[in-house]
């Protein structure tokens, strides 16, 4: 008898045990069972359920390749940490600021295109001012000699990419018969424009100046078919992986805040919005000054539904999107901060603005090396950083690797002046090649906190310039270049910007704000060099150009 008891018990628990189970399965296959969802859901009542999220399916698994970096910040390299999760910061340096006027109020439907009335008042009478810029000496420096020391890749060895393989007939049905070489593989100029971007990286640039390439990238960034959408994991504010048909890469950062909302002021900098348009500008800032450290970017506006939600196969990702009671397509995703029903990113109805920045070559292809900053800040609410108690800090990091030699320290001094230009307070490391060593530029990513607040100039963003009063001739020259009323910063970032998809990126107060700031630094660098000399000031990197030499000596004459 109690054998029969004791089977039965063992049966019964093998067949709960197998109900579970079956459940289990039933509950992770039900999307795919389910494929008969409609596209866009924005067209539906406020009535009608939002069940029918469930009913779009997961797309089918998407073959990813290995050259590109899952990552474009420092918080995703091995070396690297987040540091914004710490509560955080010293006081700031308060400087007294004169009110703009307040920005004129923009609609849904019908902006005022602040940059194009700017570049079409202000414009010379003979073509641009970017391209007059441009033909400037100082903007035709050439390199050295490039060695395959010197660049990041070598095309013959380095880079192979075959979209056969991956099975992308799409791409293979652009191919051109003269695109093949002798041996029947494809040339360099057939590949895709994100693997030219990568090939054309050295020892001194990310790109070249006038690169048709990376208007090419720009462009493919805009159009180009997201096929694959996922979170980026391990940042503070959301970020997505966006993927597309020529399997090319970049970082999206959404819309958070409008062009005429400033950061609160009781906002401390480790918790402030990152800004889409920062990036965008950022970008056209950095080759504006001639550095060409930012990689690509370009403002889309993306479909949530189709370009992101019926793409994914990040089910954390997809569970997050909801209807608004304004009957508007919503998302939070998962993140550090802002991740949550009350800070969700909500389209008109479906449509929502945002940065993509093209990844740089994958970390198993091309080394990163992540430094911390010298003049990084405390990331807490009350501690100060040693900087902002010691005024002859600069005279210790002078005396450390990698800024005791070499073209570093001077290579923070443009990063300074690039941050302090955009008002951005977050860098709180950076990175470099490792195959380029010490002699190499620094990464300009993450710019999102940028573009904050036109009527507040942060100056103890300067305080490495002010403590170091060190920087580079040619560096020197283009600030004074970028001062002069034909060539003024201003107008230069708005006929830029206005270029973009998304355009106008910065209003009028953020334009007028680079001038401004602009002003600051060379009068920084103005008492730098009656207290200390311009020789022991102004470092010399333009021996034995004569471009840069006859610019010297026009702008002397000026």
């Given at each position: 008898?109690?054998?029969?008891?004791?089977?039965?018990?063992?049966?019964?628990?093998?067949?709960?045990?197998?109900?579970?189970?079956?459940?289990?399965?039933?509950?992770?296959?039900?999307?795919?069972?389910?494929?008969?969802?409609?596209?866009?859901?924005?067209?539906?009542?406020?009535?009608?359920?939002?069940?029918?999220?469930?009913?779009?399916?997961?797309?089918?698994?998407?073959?990813?390749?290995?050259?590109?970096?899952?990552?474009?910040?420092?918080?995703?390299?091995?070396?690297?940490?987040?540091?914004?999760?710490?509560?955080?910061?010293?006081?700031?340096?308060?400087?007294?600021?004169?009110?703009?006027?307040?920005?004129?109020?923009?609609?849904?439907?019908?902006?005022?295109?602040i940059q194009d009335a700017a570049v079409t008042k202000n414009a010379?009478?003979?073509?641009?001012?970017?391209?007059?810029?441009?033909?400037h000496p100082l903007y035709k420096r050439s390199l050295p000699q490039?060695?395959?020391?010197?660049?990041?890749?070598?095309?013959?060895?380095?880079?192979?990419?075959?979209?056969?393989?991956?099975?992308?007939?799409?791409?293979?049905?652009?191919?051109?018969?003269?695109?093949?070489?002798?041996?029947?593989?494809?040339?360099?100029?057939?590949?895709?424009?994100?693997?030219?971007?990568?090939?054309?990286?050295?020892?001194?640039?990310?790109?070249?100046?006038?690169?048709?390439?990376?208007?090419?990238?720009?462009?493919?960034?805009?159009?180009?078919?997201?096929?694959?959408?996922?979170?980026?994991?391990?940042?503070?504010?959301?970020?997505?992986?966006?993927?597309?048909?020529?399997?090319?890469?970049?970082?999206?950062?959404?819309?958070?805040?409008?062009?005429?909302?400033?950061?609160?002021?009781?906002?401390?900098?480790?918790?402030?919005?990152?800004?889409?348009?920062?990036?965008?500008?950022?970008?056209?800032?950095?080759?504006?000054?001639?550095?060409?450290?930012?990689?690509?970017?370009?403002?889309?506006?993306?479909?949530?539904?189709?370009?992101?939600?019926?793409?994914?196969?990040?089910?954390?990702?997809?569970?997050?999107?909801?209807?608004?009671?304004?009957?508007?397509?919503?998302?939070?995703?998962?993140?550090?901060?802002?991740?949550?029903?009350?800070?969700?990113?909500?389209?008109?109805?479906?449509?929502?603005?945002?940065?993509?920045?093209?990844?740089?070559?994958?970390?198993?292809?091309?080394?990163?090396?992540?430094?911390?900053?010298?003049?990084?800040?405390?990331?807490?609410?009350?501690?100060?950083?040693?900087?902002?108690?010691?005024?002859?800090?600069?005279?210790?990091?002078?005396?450390?690797?990698?800024?005791?030699?070499?073209?570093?320290?001077?290579?923070?001094?443009?990063?300074?002046?690039?941050?302090?230009?955009?008002?951005?307070?977050?860098?709180h490391h950076y990175e470099t090649f490792e195959k380029f060593g010490?002699?190499?530029?620094?990464?300009?990513?993450?710019?999102?906190?940028?573009?904050?607040?036109?009527?507040?100039?942060?100056?103890?963003?300067?305080?490495?310039?002010?403590?170091?009063?060190?920087?580079?001739?040619?560096?020197?020259?283009?600030?004074?270049?970028?001062?002069?009323?034909?060539?003024?910063?201003?107008?230069?970032?708005?006929?830029?910007?206005?270029?973009?998809?998304?355009?106008?990126?910065?209003?009028?107060?953020?334009?007028?704000?680079?001038?401004?700031?602009?002003?600051?630094?060379?009068?920084?660098?103005?008492?730098?060099?009656?207290?200390?000399?311009?020789?022991?000031?102004?470092?010399?990197?333009?021996?034995?150009?004569?471009?840069?030499?006859?610019?010297?000596?026009?702008?002397?004459?000026?």
């Open positions: 008898m109690k054998m029969i008891i004791l089977r039965k018990f063992r049966v019964l628990i093998l067949m709960v045990f197998l109900i579970a189970c079956s459940m289990h399965i039933m509950i992770d296959l039900l999307p795919k069972l389910e494929r008969h969802g409609s596209g866009c859901s924005c067209s539906h009542t406020p009535s009608e359920e939002p069940q029918s999220w469930g009913k779009q399916g997961w797309p089918n698994k998407h073959t990813l390749r290995i050259l590109q970096d899952f990552s474009n910040e420092p918080s995703s390299n091995v070396s690297s940490h987040s540091l914004e999760r710490v509560p955080a910061a010293g006081d700031r340096a308060q400087a007294q600021l004169r009110r703009l006027e307040p920005p004129v109020q923009r609609g849904d439907r019908k902006r005022q295109f010379p009478v003979k073509g641009s001012r970017l391209s007059a810029l441009f033909d490039l060695t395959d020391e010197d660049t990041l890749f070598n095309v013959n060895t380095d880079i192979r990419f075959d979209p056969k393989a991956a099975e992308d007939q799409a791409w293979n049905g652009e191919r051109k018969v003269n695109e093949l070489n002798p041996a029947g593989e494809l040339t360099a100029d057939s590949y895709p424009n994100w693997l030219r971007f990568h090939i054309g990286i050295n020892r001194y640039e990310l790109y070249s100046r006038h690169n048709p390439v990376i208007d090419a990238l720009l462009k493919d960034l805009v159009i180009q078919r997201i096929t694959s959408v996922a979170m980026k994991s391990g940042g503070t504010q959301l970020k997505l992986i966006m993927t597309f048909q020529n399997y090319g890469q970049a970082l999206f950062k959404p819309m958070k805040q409008t062009r005429e909302q400033q950061t609160p002021p009781d906002f401390f900098y480790f918790s402030d919005f990152e800004r889409h348009n920062s990036e965008i500008a950022a970008f056209h800032l950095d080759k504006i000054l001639d550095f060409r450290r930012v990689p690509p970017v370009a403002g889309r506006l993306v479909n949530m539904t189709k370009e992101i939600r019926d793409v994914t196969r990040d089910k954390k990702l997809w569970k997050t999107f909801f209807i608004s009671p304004a009957n508007n397509v919503c998302f939070y995703g998962e993140c550090s901060y802002y991740c949550s029903t009350e800070h969700a990113l909500c389209g008109k109805p479906d449509q929502i603005e945002g940065s993509l920045a093209a990844f740089l070559p994958d970390l198993a292809l091309a080394k990163r090396k992540t430094w911390r900053n010298p003049w990084r800040r405390s990331y807490h609410k009350r501690k100060k950083a040693e900087w902002e108690v010691d005024p002859d800090y600069c005279e210790e990091v002078k005396q450390t690797p990698p800024y005791d030699s070499g073209t570093r320290l001077l290579d923070i001094m443009d990063t300074t002046i690039f941050d302090f230009l955009m008002g951005n307070m977050d860098r010490n002699e190499t530029f620094i990464i300009h990513m993450d710019n999102g906190r940028g573009f904050g607040k036109h009527s507040h100039d942060e100056l103890s963003i300067l305080v490495p310039l002010v403590q170091c009063c060190r920087i580079k001739k040619s560096t020197h020259l283009r600030l004074q270049l970028l001062a002069k009323e034909e060539y003024k910063l201003s107008m230069l970032m708005a006929e830029s910007l206005v270029r973009d998809r998304l355009a106008p990126i910065l209003i009028q107060p953020h334009l007028d704000a680079l001038d401004r700031r602009l002003r600051q630094v060379l009068n920084v660098l103005s008492e730098c060099i009656e207290k200390e000399g311009y020789s022991s000031v102004v470092e010399d990197d333009l021996q034995g150009n004569r471009a840069t030499d006859q610019a010297h000596n026009a702008a002397g004459r000026r």
